[in-house]
Protein backbone atom coordinates (compact mmCIF):
# COMPACT_ATOMS: atom_id res chain seq x y z
CA UNK A 1 0.00 0.00 0.00
CA UNK A 2 3.29 2.47 0.77
CA UNK A 3 4.92 1.15 -2.32
CA UNK A 4 1.86 2.12 -4.44
CA UNK A 5 1.37 5.31 -2.64
CA UNK A 6 4.44 6.65 -3.11
CA UNK A 7 4.50 5.34 -7.05
CA UNK A 8 0.87 7.49 -7.19
CA UNK A 9 3.52 10.56 -5.65
CA UNK A 10 6.31 10.07 -7.90
CA UNK A 11 3.96 9.78 -11.12
CA UNK A 12 1.83 13.18 -10.34
CA UNK A 13 5.04 14.99 -9.69
CA UNK A 14 6.77 13.83 -12.58
CA UNK A 15 4.25 13.58 -15.12
CA UNK A 16 4.29 16.74 -17.84
CA UNK A 17 1.44 19.01 -17.91
CA UNK A 18 0.07 17.70 -14.30
CA UNK A 19 1.89 20.03 -11.94
CA UNK A 20 1.94 23.11 -13.43
CA UNK A 21 4.04 26.51 -11.78
CA UNK A 22 3.49 30.10 -11.89
CA UNK A 23 6.97 30.45 -14.28
CA UNK A 24 5.21 27.58 -16.68
CA UNK A 25 2.29 30.65 -17.69
CA UNK A 26 3.82 33.94 -19.10
CA UNK A 27 1.24 36.53 -17.81
CA UNK A 28 2.50 38.95 -20.31
CA UNK A 29 2.71 36.77 -23.37
CA UNK A 30 -0.09 34.59 -22.39
CA UNK A 31 -2.65 35.86 -20.54
CA UNK A 32 -2.68 39.62 -20.89
CA UNK A 33 -3.32 39.33 -24.68
CA UNK A 34 -6.85 38.00 -23.87
CA UNK A 35 -7.52 40.08 -20.83
CA UNK A 36 -6.93 43.34 -22.94
CA UNK A 37 -8.99 42.31 -25.80
CA UNK A 38 -11.75 41.62 -23.98
CA UNK A 39 -11.91 43.61 -21.22
CA UNK A 40 -9.88 46.51 -20.77
CA UNK A 41 -11.10 48.97 -23.05
CA UNK A 42 -13.82 49.40 -19.95
CA UNK A 43 -11.19 48.67 -17.29
CA UNK A 44 -8.21 50.65 -18.41
CA UNK A 45 -6.96 53.26 -15.68
CA UNK A 46 -8.56 56.68 -15.97
CA UNK A 47 -8.14 58.75 -18.88
CA UNK A 48 -9.05 61.99 -20.49
CA UNK A 49 -11.01 61.00 -23.76
CA UNK A 50 -11.48 63.13 -27.10
CA UNK A 51 -13.07 66.07 -25.76
CA UNK A 52 -11.24 65.85 -22.63
CA UNK A 53 -13.50 64.51 -20.60
CA UNK A 54 -12.28 61.89 -17.80
CA UNK A 55 -13.43 58.59 -18.06
CA UNK A 56 -13.04 56.13 -15.43
CA UNK A 57 -13.06 52.45 -15.51
CA UNK A 58 -15.89 50.76 -15.41
CA UNK A 59 -17.40 49.43 -11.58
CA UNK A 60 -13.55 51.35 -10.55
CA UNK A 61 -11.88 47.58 -11.60
CA UNK A 62 -8.56 48.66 -13.34
CA UNK A 63 -7.58 45.34 -15.85
CA UNK A 64 -4.64 47.29 -17.21
CA UNK A 65 -2.38 47.00 -14.37
CA UNK A 66 -0.95 44.10 -11.78
CA UNK A 67 -2.01 46.42 -9.45
CA UNK A 68 -5.37 46.99 -10.46
CA UNK A 69 -6.08 43.06 -10.93
CA UNK A 70 -4.90 42.46 -7.91
CA UNK A 71 -6.83 45.33 -5.78
CA UNK A 72 -9.35 45.67 -7.78
CA UNK A 73 -12.90 44.44 -6.03
CA UNK A 74 -16.65 43.46 -6.96
CA UNK A 75 -19.68 44.84 -5.84
CA UNK A 76 -19.25 42.78 -2.57
CA UNK A 77 -16.05 44.15 -1.72
CA UNK A 78 -14.25 40.77 -2.67
CA UNK A 79 -11.22 40.65 -4.46
CA UNK A 80 -11.60 39.99 -8.11
CA UNK A 81 -8.61 37.90 -8.58
CA UNK A 82 -7.40 35.31 -5.69
CA UNK A 83 -3.96 33.74 -6.24
CA UNK A 84 -3.98 30.42 -5.80
CA UNK A 85 -7.85 29.93 -5.74
CA UNK A 86 -9.62 30.06 -9.09
CA UNK A 87 -13.09 28.73 -7.83
CA UNK A 88 -12.42 32.28 -5.34
CA UNK A 89 -11.61 34.47 -8.34
CA UNK A 90 -14.78 36.57 -9.90
CA UNK A 91 -12.83 37.51 -12.67
CA UNK A 92 -12.78 34.22 -13.99
CA UNK A 93 -16.23 33.33 -12.71
CA UNK A 94 -17.72 36.03 -15.07
CA UNK A 95 -16.47 34.72 -18.05
CA UNK A 96 -17.92 31.45 -17.03
CA UNK A 97 -21.42 32.33 -17.04
CA UNK A 98 -23.88 31.69 -19.46
CA UNK A 99 -23.44 34.73 -22.08
CA UNK A 100 -27.38 35.28 -21.22
CA UNK A 101 -26.46 36.13 -17.77
CA UNK A 102 -26.42 39.73 -17.10
CA UNK A 103 -23.59 39.28 -14.79
CA UNK A 104 -21.10 37.55 -17.92
CA UNK A 105 -18.25 39.27 -19.01
CA UNK A 106 -17.19 40.54 -20.83
CA UNK A 107 -20.84 41.68 -22.26
CA UNK A 108 -22.17 40.07 -25.50
CA UNK A 109 -21.16 42.48 -28.22
CA UNK A 110 -19.05 44.80 -26.62
CA UNK A 111 -15.58 42.71 -26.89
CA UNK A 112 -14.06 39.30 -27.53
CA UNK A 113 -15.55 36.66 -25.44
CA UNK A 114 -12.93 34.37 -24.24
CA UNK A 115 -12.47 30.75 -25.49
CA UNK A 116 -12.80 27.83 -23.56
CA UNK A 117 -9.06 27.47 -24.01
CA UNK A 118 -8.43 30.74 -22.81
CA UNK A 119 -10.26 30.24 -19.31
CA UNK A 120 -8.49 27.18 -18.73
CA UNK A 121 -5.21 28.97 -19.21
CA UNK A 122 -6.19 31.69 -16.97
CA UNK A 123 -7.75 29.18 -14.01
CA UNK A 124 -4.23 27.42 -14.20
CA UNK A 125 -2.54 30.50 -14.05
CA UNK A 126 -4.58 31.62 -10.77
CA UNK A 127 -4.10 28.35 -9.45
CA UNK A 128 -0.40 28.17 -9.81
CA UNK A 129 -0.40 31.81 -7.75
CA UNK A 130 -1.18 34.28 -10.48
CA UNK A 131 2.53 35.53 -11.23
CA UNK A 132 2.69 38.32 -13.40
CA UNK A 133 6.75 37.95 -13.93
CA UNK A 134 7.95 41.40 -14.58
CA UNK A 135 4.85 42.95 -15.94
CA UNK A 136 2.88 45.74 -14.29
CA UNK A 137 1.14 47.66 -16.01
CA UNK A 138 0.20 48.16 -19.90
CA UNK A 139 1.83 51.77 -20.82
CA UNK A 140 -1.11 52.31 -23.57
CA UNK A 141 -3.97 49.87 -22.14
CA UNK A 142 -6.25 51.16 -24.98
CA UNK A 143 -3.47 51.30 -28.09
CA UNK A 144 -4.02 48.79 -30.50
CA UNK A 145 -8.06 47.92 -29.03
CA UNK A 146 -10.58 47.24 -31.79
CA UNK A 147 -13.25 48.14 -29.75
CA UNK A 148 -16.08 50.84 -30.67
CA UNK A 149 -18.07 50.52 -27.56
CA UNK A 150 -18.08 53.02 -24.79
CA UNK A 151 -17.11 56.42 -25.97
CA UNK A 152 -19.13 56.77 -28.48
CA UNK A 153 -22.45 55.29 -26.94
CA UNK A 154 -21.72 57.44 -23.88
CA UNK A 155 -21.49 60.89 -26.58
CA UNK A 156 -24.88 59.41 -28.21
CA UNK A 157 -27.81 60.87 -27.91
CA UNK A 158 -31.06 58.81 -28.90
CA UNK A 159 -34.13 60.63 -29.82
CA UNK A 160 -37.61 59.03 -29.66
CA UNK A 161 -40.30 60.84 -30.99
Same mark, same amino acid.
Given at each position: ?????????????????????? %?? +???????????? !???????????????????????? +???????? +????? =? %?? %?????? &?? #???? !???? %?????? +?? #? =?????????? &??????????? !????????? *?? =? /??? #????????? /????????????? *??
Amino acid at each position: MQKTKLLLAILTLTTPGVVLQA %ED +IDFATQIYPFVK !SGCVSCHSPPYADERGRTRRPKAD +IVLATKEG +ILNSV =D %ED %EEKILV &PG #DPDA !SRML %EVTKLP +IY #D =DMHFPPEGKA &PQWTDAEKELF !SKWIAAGAD *FG =D /WTE #DPAPREGLE /WDGVEKQAGTVET *FE
